[in-house]
Nanobody, 116 residues
C-alpha cells in the first residue's frame, strides 16, 4: 500500500504563487513509477496537471506549461508542484497521484483557490 499526504494549498490572488507538497509512505513506495498532480474544478472532470517519472522526465498540461514546475525527491519519496502566475481558472482541488505497474494511489486533495 501507499499513503499520500498533500500540503500547501490555500487562497491566493491572481499572479501569486503556491507550492504543493506530497509525501508518500507505505510498503509499496519502492514500486512507484510515476508521481503526478491532478486537479478537479467544480463541475469538471479530474485532469492531469503535471507528472514526473522516477528518472525525472516531466510532462505538463498545456494550460500550465511555463507557470508550473513539478519536482521529485526519490530519496525522500516526495513530489512538489511549484505554481507561479496563478490564474482564477487554476482554482480546483489538487490531488497527488502515485502509480505503480498495478495500482494507482491518491491523496485526499488540497484546495487551491485563486481570486481575481
Amino acid at each position: 500500500q501507499v499513503q499520500l499526504v498533500e500540503s500547501g494549498g490555500g487562497l491566493v490572488q491572481a499572479g501569486e504563487s503556491l507550492r504543493l507538497s506530497c509525501a508518500a509512505s507505505g510498503r509499496n513506495i519502492f514500486n512507484i513509477n510515476i508521481m503526478a498532480w491532478y486537479r478537479q474544478a467544480p463541475g469538471k472532470q479530474r485532469e492531469l496537471v503535471a507528472g514526473i517519472t522516477t528518472g525525472g522526465i516531466t510532462n505538463y498540461a498545456d494550460s500550465v506549461k511555463g507557470r508550473f514546475t513539478i519536482t521529485r525527491d526519490n530519496a525522500k519519496n516526495t513530489v512538489c508542484l511549484q505554481m507561479n502566475s496563478l490564474k482564477p481558472e487554476d482554482t480546483a482541488v489538487y490531488y497527488c497521484n502515485a502509480a505503480t505497474l498495478v495500482f494507482n494511489y491518491w491523496g485526499q486533495g488540497t484546495q487551491v483557490t485563486v481570486s481575481s
